[in-house]
């Protein structure tokens, strides 16, 4: 079984900095995909930053020029730098990855991680 553990997070002053990290465990073919989305109190889940195994990137408006992702892929990581964190940042960050288990199968799984908290304080 395939396995996202994420760490980081935390509470913050606004304009400080974060850094998440997910790292997932277990066999795949290939994994495709790695990304965040974050979750506030009375609101859908949303998409934060999605990066590919080829490293293109796409991201929220609200995020772009403060957040950064990136992965690593020989450790089959993926990170995400939080810059300049506002208090509407808050929410529970969780990682998500797409990935194909069997190379006679186009089918993509989905998997998430356990979720991190972010709190923003102004």
């Known amino acids: 079984q395939v396995q996202l553990v994420e760490s980081g997070g935390g509470l913050v002053l606004a304009g400080g900095s974060l850094r998440l990290s997910c790292a997932a465990t277990?066999?795949?073919?290939?994994?495709?995909?790695m990304g965040w989305y974050r979750q506030a109190p009375g609101k859908q889940r949303e998409l934060v930053a999605t990066?590919?195994?080829?490293?293109?990137?796409d991201s929220a408006d609200s995020v772009k020029g403060r957040f950064t992702i990136s992965r690593d892929n020989d450790k089959n990581t993926v990170y995400l730098q939080l810059n300049s964190l506002k208090p509407e940042d808050t929410g529970v960050y969780y990682c998500?990855?797409?990935?194909?288990?069997?190379?006679?199968?186009?089918?993509?799984?989905?998997?998430w991680g356990q979720g991190s908290q972010v709190t923003v304080s102004s």
């Open positions: 277990g066999r795949w073919f290939s994994l495709n995909a």
């Open positions: 998500n990855a797409r990935l194909r288990q069997s190379p006679y199968s186009a089918k993509e799984d989905e998997y």
């Open positions: 990066i590919t195994s080829a490293r293109n990137t």
